[in-house]
């Protein structure tokens, strides 16, 4: 687990797993979101976040980050370095289920995985790219499908199937 890219749906717990992957393997993360989204959901320029996500790359022999930015050139490029490739497909209801958690517990502040005054709300928009996330999952693994032959590449269908593969994972990997 040197290289480690971790896709999916909001609210599948992406983040979560990669905390887990910090700690587990001791190996640098990042979050993409926190990088892309600034104070009060500013954003970066593509060419910046970019930027930062390669020199990040470049300057870690090993490395976890947790977000797709699929239309972003640095998902090849993330692809490309990664060892291990994980997608969490567990459908609609399940992450819709896991952003409404997510409000919940950080009802009207900010995630400490956000900047200051990006606070966690849920609207129509934020709802309906949530529901409608099935077309991007079939683009995102069609991509990733063209790694399967070179890649560890994982497909987990729910969380139980997920933990039980993470907590076999020795940490001496």
């Known amino acids: ?60 022999p090993a490395w976890v980050i947790d977000g797709n930015y699929s239309n972003h050139p640095h998902l090849k490029y993330r692809l490309k370095l990664a060892t291990t490739i994980i997608f969490l497909d567990y459908g609609t209801k399940q992450a819709l289920k896991g952003i409404h958690e997510r409000a919940e517990r950080f009802k009207h502040i900010s995630r400490p995985d956000m900047a200051k005054g990006c606070i966690e709300e849920i609207d129509q928009e934020f709802l309906q790219f949530v529901a409608f996330y099935e077309k991007r999952a079939k683009r995102l693994k069609a991509i990733i499908s063209r790694y399967k032959s070179t890649k560890d590449v994982k497909i987990f269908k729910s969380r139980k199937a997920l933990y039980e593969w993470f907590n076999a994972l020795k940490s001496e990997e």
């Open 1 to 60: 687990m040197k290289k480690v890219v971790i896709l999916g749906p909001s609210g599948t717990g992406k983040t979560t797993l990669a905390r887990r992957f910090h700690r587990k393997f001791n190996i640098p993360m990042i979050h993409l979101d926190s990088i892309y989204w600034q104070k009060n959901w500013n954003h970066l320029s593509k060419p910046k976040f970019d930027a930062f996500i390669r020199m990040f790359l470049k300057k870690n």
